[in-house]
Nanobody
């Protein structure tokens, strides 16, 4: 069974940085399959970053990376903006989601 556990969210001022972690366990063919999504209040969940994609709104500010020894995928978020406020989730195709980690960016 696939398990994804996100961590690293919190409250940060605009311009600050956070690094989110997604610890994966169970059968996952490759960490490359793990993507990051986010859902802001009142909005639909959207894809933020994957191995082949960055949303236009985060390009140049967010970076996805992987530590194969730790079975963990990271999302480094720099120059955060209030519009980045959301719950961030990691996802593996097949309907596997973590419970999310909340990010709040104050202006």
């Amino acid at each position: 069974q696939v398990q994804l556990v996100e961590s690293g969210g919190g409250l940060v001022q605009a311009g600050g940085s956070l690094r989110l972690s997604c610890a994966a366990s169970g059968f996952i063919f490759s960490l490359n399959a793990i993507s990051w999504y986010r859902q802001a209040p009142g909005k639909q969940r959207e894809l933020v970053a994957s191995i082949t994609f960055y949303a236009d709104s985060v390009k140049g500010r967010f970076t996805i990376s992987r530590d194969y020894a730790k079975n963990t995928v990271y999302l480094q978020m720099n120059n955060l903006k209030p519009e980045d406020t959301a719950v961030y989730y990691c996802n593996v195709p097949g309907g596997h989601w973590g419970k999310g980690t909340a990010v709040t960016v104050s202006s």
